[in-house]
Nanobody
């Protein structure tokens, strides 16, 4: 069974950058497609970025050109590099594989 732990959230000004990391343990990491979701309180969880086991990324339209998802199958991590951040990117960001979720990390974009 996979366990996921996110890190790297925080407070950043509009236009700034943050890098989120998701550390996975407990299973054969390289076999799995991975995803980052985000959720604003009261709203549904939204898919932000997805990366296949082979490293092919997909992004939701609102983050294309600003966010980059990557994975390191040796370190068993999936990272989300976020640039040109906007206030509407404020949310709790979750790492996901299949039906397994991390606890999330808060990202707040505010001046």
């Amino acid at each position: 069974q996979v366990q996921l732990v996110e890190s790297g959230g925080g407070l950043v000004q509009p236009g700034g950058s943050l890098r989120l990391s998701c550390a996975a343990s407990g299973s054969i990491f390289s076999f799995y497609d991975m995803a980052w979701y985000r959720q604003v309180s009261g709203n549904q969880r939204e898919l932000v970025a997805y990366i296949t086991s082979g490293g092919s990324p997909t992004y939701t339209d609102s983050v294309k050109g600003r966010f980059t998802v990557s994975r390191d199958n040796v370190k068993r991590t999936v990272d989300l590099q976020m640039s040109s951040l906007k206030p509407e990117d404020t949310a709790v960001y979750y790492c996901n594989v299949g039906t397994t979720w991390g606890r999330g990390t808060q990202v707040t974009v505010s001046s």
